[in-house]
């Protein structure tokens, strides 16, 4: 199906209609509030060669494995679909090339003591892409539209408990909440807290299907789904606080997102200059790329994402902490990431957040994690009543992508080495999140535990994992959810760092969460030699306001 995005034009009048309508919406949610994101973020960014120029103007041409499945930011949590919509809309603040919050639409923020209030003063002269200014309503219009309870928003959750969202004047807009939510201030950097401007309510059903109007550097032309989705460059886009070094529009005409599902496809593309920019060619062929003289290779760091092992406590033997502390001694996480994955491609994970995180600290999780020990672990399993004559039988579960297959494997001949024999089962995202929602609703039958990740910009994802009654492992423990809601309710810096730390030792000493690795595998990019300027920033954004066609 093939949608042409047309632009309107709106007169004053009819925008002074729309906000009388809005103020209708009115809709409660639950609290919210401060906190930055911290620790170092890189990024990779291409420049130009001495003796070369790059050029302004031109198409760049992007394939994927995927297209997105929508383009509003309340209907969706794909990273196929995020990557795009955050190219179309821009948000209050941005992460810096450090992974800190700095300004953005924006110019300035203030927390109340309390914590319960939140205010934000917005730069002045922003238009959104059909010639409207954008300002505080357009602000309240998407806050309001996110926690309606009538509306179908899949990120209600990460707005938090909001009391109300009040308009100061046009460029001052200020949240209240019932409760204070330290997660709220980095949220407002996510590409899930994209501001839309209110003019998209007169497109109803299209938006985020034919129609997409919004203040960032490209804008949506149209969009033939299964094929392409094309943007153009936004002439009017200032640049407040994205990490990049243009400060206006971008130096690209046109971007064309292109979906080719096959690895190899993508790379031949890429090779024959078909298209400029792919993501994930095929991993056995990345040294074909690193030697290509005419293309080159980025790797995604400090992606917020970590892979760990979780395990169903709905009954043995994973509900003794001696079973789960067995299986931490006897994987070697490292030997394992050797066999499964080029030099460069992952880092070894040690905390339940991710690098790049606030709160990440890897000699602190060190220190309450389990170190490779295969004796140890035969001593556990005595303990318990398994030996030779008597292996402990599990599942271990994991989805398909990259190398986690091969490195399962890995895996399944440590464990048969101390006396776990555990039978693999591979499936897609989907089907995984499913069983184990399934596994945790058994009490009988051979227990699993599986290999999942997850991606977040800040540790309220801890909360959302790990927070009885809906604990996604069905791990539940007054102890830890007094630890976890304070995470939540922290709202200083300092002191929200050492609630954390108290929640990541909880998770690691009792075995509930063994951290794996970071994986820059799942979104390795590689270009042409002739793309300069193209940057994988923050949290896995591609960012093209750099980019020239060499």
Not at 73 to 97: E, K
Not at 173 to 182: D, G, I, S
Not at 243 to 252: C, I, M, T
């Amino acid at each position: 199906m093939f949608w042409q995005l047309k632009l309107r034009k709106k007169t004053a009048r009819s925008r002074g209609t729309q906000r009388q309508r809005r103020s209708l919406l009115g809709a409660v949610l639950t609290a919210l509030l401060v906190s930055a994101c911290g620790n170092n973020q890189q990024t990779t960014t291409t420049t130009s060669p001495p003796g070369t120029t790059a050029a302004e103007g031109g198409t760049l041409v992007w394939a994927r494995y995927g297209d997105a499945d929508s383009l509003d930011p309340h209907r969706t949590t794909t990273t196929l679909s995020w990557q795009i919509f955050d190219q179309i809309y821009d948000t209050l603040l941005a992460f810096d090339d450090n992974g800190e919050i700095v300004a953005n639409l924006a110019r300035e923020w203030q927390v109340s003591d309390d914590g319960r209030e939140v205010t934000f003063v917005l730069n002045e002269g922003i238009t959104c892409h059909d010639g409207t200014p954008f300002d505080a309503n357009d602000v309240k219009y998407t806050a309001d539209r996110a926690i309606d309870s009538q509306n179908p928003s899949v990120t209600r959750g990460a707005w938090g408990p909001i009391e109300s969202v009040d308009v100061v004047d046009p460029q001052t807009v200020r949240f209240r909440f019932q409760t204070p939510f330290a997660a709220f201030v980095s949220f407002m950097a996510d590409p899930f807290a994209s501001m839309i401007c209110d003019s998209n309510q007169e497109f109803g059903g299209q938006f985020g299907v034919s129609q997409a109007v919004g203040t960032g550097p490209w804008q949506l032309v149209s969009w033939t789904r299964g094929d392409e989705i094309v943007l153009d460059r936004n002439p009017d886009y200032v640049r407040y606080g994205r990490p990049v070094q243009n400060e206006g529009a971008p130096y690209l005409e046109r971007l064309v997102v292109r979906q080719i599902p096959e690895a190899q496809t993508r790379l031949a593309g890429l090779q024959t200059g078909e298209v400029q920019l792919i993501v994930n060619p095929p991993l056995d062929d990345l040294d074909a790329v690193r030697n290509d003289a005419n293309l080159e290779l980025h790797v995604a760091e400090n992606t917020g994402q970590n892979f760990f092992f979780e395990f169903t406590v709905s009954r043995p033997p994973f509900n003794d902490i001696r079973a789960r502390q067995a299986v931490a001694h006897a994987v070697d996480v490292d030997a394992a990431l050797r066999v499964a994955f080029d030099e460069g491609l992952v880092e070894r994970e040690r905390c339940p957040i991710s690098r790049g995180v606030f709160g990440n600290d890897q000699e602190f999780c060190a220190q309450h994690g389990y170190e490779h020990n295969p004796d140890r672990a035969r001593e556990l399993l005595a303990e318990m009543g398994y030996g030779a004559n008597r292996p402990m039988e599990v599942i271990l579960m994991t989805s398909t992508g990259d190398n986690r297959e091969r490195m399962v494997q890995v895996f399944q001949s440590q464990l048969a080495q101390v006396g776990i024999n555990a039978k693999i089962e591979t499936m897609d995202i989907g089907t995984l999140n499913a069983r184990v929602k399934q596994e945790n609703e058994r009490t009988s039958g051979i227990s699993t535990f599986d290999m999942m990740d997850w991606a977040w910009f800040d540790p309220d994802i801890l909360y959302q994992l790990w927070h009885s009654p809906g604990a996604y492992s069905g791990y539940q423990s007054p102890e830890l959810d007094k630890l976890l809601e304070r995470t939540r309710t922290t709202v200083d810096a300092t002191q929200r760092r050492e609630a954390v730390n108290d929640v990541m030792e909880y998770l690691l000493s009792n075995a509930v969460h063994i951290p794996l690795y970071t994986p820059g595998s799942l979104w390795v990019y590689a270009t042409r030699s002739q793309v300069q300027g193209f940057k994988i920033g923050p949290f896995n954004r591609p960012v093209f306001n750099d980019v020239r066609l060499q």
